[in-house]
T-cell receptor
């Protein structure tokens, strides 16, 4: 089991550029979550999917952020255009129905720096 | 709405000393409560969880936590801290019927020799 895989591990981009973060959940997991971690706000839930369908995107900060899950093995979080205040560590997590919260597995995160 | 408060941003403990990290939650029903640990540059690892039953729960790495409904608290404890315990610790709450965890802002633990 390779765990939840996120790419890239680090991303440095210039303000105004488009940024795409990627996540591969654990095979068989039907829930996928995107979190953002900053010093000021801690870990914030951005959006989560069930069976590839977005369930709650109320945490997405603004229209510049979008997330997709085209299939069960891949999700993207896109920021367009990026701004310096988007600098943070973005985590993806997945779990499978029936395990409650016991099967909540996090990826290693993507550290995004917008200059 | 659910919320989690970790009152201590940073704690320093001497190696071998006992540790208690505080967590208070706000939730109308019986919550699902968790503690996670994050080492530098890593994702979050589950230390322990409380769903129901015995209010004192044991976790990995010698950690335990006690659920106190009257105080809306779920404090994390360890009797003797090791240098390798230095990390950031997050308390989280989940809805019984829901699926997403809400995290506190975390407590950074430093261990002095």
């Amino acid at each position: 089991d390779a765990g939840v895989i996120q790419s890239p591990r680090h991303e440095v981009t210039e303000m105004g550029q488009e940024v795409t973060l990627r996540c591969k959940p654990i095979s068989g997991h039907d829930y996928l979550f995107w979190y953002r971690q900053t010093m000021m706000r801690g870990l914030e839930l951005l959006i989560y999917f069930n069976n590839n369908v977005p369930i709650d995107d109320s945490g997405m900060p603004e229209d510049r952020f979008s997330a997709k899950m085209p299939n069960a093995s891949f999700s993207t979080l896109k920021i367009q255009p990026s701004e310096p205040r988007d600098s943070a560590v973005y985590f993806c997590a997945s779990r499978v129905t029936g395990t409650g919260f016991q099967g909540y597995t996090f990826g290693s995160g993507t550290r995004l720096t917008v200059v | 709405a659910q919320s989690v408060t970790q009152p201590d941003i940073h704690i320093t403990v001497s190696e071998g000393a006992s540790l208690e990290l505080r967590c208070n939650y706000s939730y109308g029903a019986t919550p699902y409560l968790f503690w996670y640990v994050q080492s530098p540059g890593q994702g979050l690892q589950l230390l322990l969880k409380y769903f129901s039953g015995d209010t004192l729960v044991q976790g990995i790495k010698g950690f335990e936590a006690e659920f106190k409904r009257s105080q809306s608290s779920f404090n994390l404890r360890k009797p003797s801290v090791h240098w390798s315990d230095a990390a950031e610790y997050f308390c989280a709450v989940g809805e019984k019927a829901g699926t997403a965890l809400i995290f506190g802002k975390g407590t950074t633990l430093s261990v002095s020799s």
